[in-house]
Nanobody
Framework: QVQLVESGGGLVQAGASLTVSCVAS????????MAWFRQAPGKEREFVAA????????TYSDGVRGRFTISRSSGKNMLYLQMNSLEFEDTAVYYC?????????????????????WGQGTQVTVSS
């Protein structure tokens, strides 16, 4: 199993940019896809973005497409989420997740139950 630790959260003003990171350790020889989810107070955990094992294929939720960019390092053990034009509604705890076994973004990649490894989360707060 892969162990994940997020970092980089913080308090920013609306319109600002922020990048959160996730480092993977343990069984990182892969393949596994990775994703970012977020959870706001009183709401369910929601899909934000996912990336294939190779990093060539990415996908985003409608609410962040065009503003957020997911990427992973060539060594596969670092995951990033660059967030631009942040909005108050982006305020949430952001979680890094990994799903072992396939290098591809198959159906189900937006569901939290697809992922078998999770980080502890990093808080992103956007002030309006």
């Amino acid at each position: 199993q892969v162990q994940l630790v997020e970092s980089g959260g913080g308090l920013v003003q609306a319109g600002a940019s922020l990048t959160v990171s996730c480092v993977a350790s343990g069984r990182t020889d892969g393949p596994y896809i990775m994703a970012w989810f977020r959870q706001a107070p009183g709401k369910e955990r929601e899909f934000v973005a996912a990336i294939s094992w190779s990093g060539e294929h990415t996908t985003y939720s409608d609410g962040v497409r065009g503003r957020f960019t997911i990427s992973r390092s060539s060594g596969k053990n670092m995951l990033y989420l660059q967030m631009n034009s942040l909005e108050f509604e982006d305020t949430a705890v952001y979680y890094c997740a990994a799903a072992a076994g396939s290098p591809y973004l198959r159906s189900g990649y937006t569901r939290p139950t697809t992922y078998d490894s999770w980080g502890q989360g990093t808080q992103v707060t956007v002030s309006s």
